[in-house]
């Protein structure tokens, strides 16, 4: 190969290598051990599972994806099918602040009494209103069965689970339309003023038209 040929090349592999790298996406995940300490009806319980969390893009937003490993809480008594139904919220970090409420589906089948609860996958949109690395981690986890609530809160201040870079969406440049009671005082005030132009018009036509009727 020549001299010139292996320059071509060497020069376009150090081109196309950086778009490469660019279009890589920019995005962190761990299993974080989170210790949740749980307020049960029958008094407090604590379990530790591994969560991961992840986060599929869906236009403008994302979905999130909020896993346990193991089980947390238990049960004295069996839990048939369809008696759990869990929750939870993913606190937001970074750029961007507040919570993500996540949800699944109820146990499809029976949890044995004494057991740790498994929980499904909970699920949940995230749409972006700040730009940069933003971080999930997981919070307040809510169990409900058989009339009861559950609350199981983080209690080892666990990491995020995940750190994605997002673009926040563009704020509204528009105005809204104008509905409280100034706006309504005001429209009133352009009607009253309305009013008074179109009586001063007609006084004055009045006054125009008796002028010319007397001379």
Sequence with gaps: MS????????????????V?????????????????????????????????????RSGSAYKLTMSFQKGVSSSPVALGPGAMNPSAVVRLGGPDKGTVAVSGPAN?????ANSPIKISDLSGTYTPKASGKVTFTASVLTIKALGTTTTCTPGNSPGPSLALDVTGAPGAAESLPRTGPLDSALAL???G??????????VLWLTRRGARAHG
């Design 3 to 18: 001299y010139q040929k292996r320059t071509a090349l060497a020069l376009a592999a150090a081109v196309a290598a950086p």
């Design 193 to 202: 003023g309305t009013v008074l132009l179109t009586g001063a018009a007609g």
């Design 108 to 112: 499809t089948a029976e949890i044995p």
């Design 20 to 56: 490469v790298l660019i279009s890589a996406p920019a995005a962190h995940a761990d299993v974080v051990d989170v210790n949740y300490k749980c307020e049960t009806p029958i008094g407090p319980k604590s379990a530790v599972s591994p969560i991961d969390i992840k986060a599929v």
């Design 189 to 191: 005030g352009t009607l």
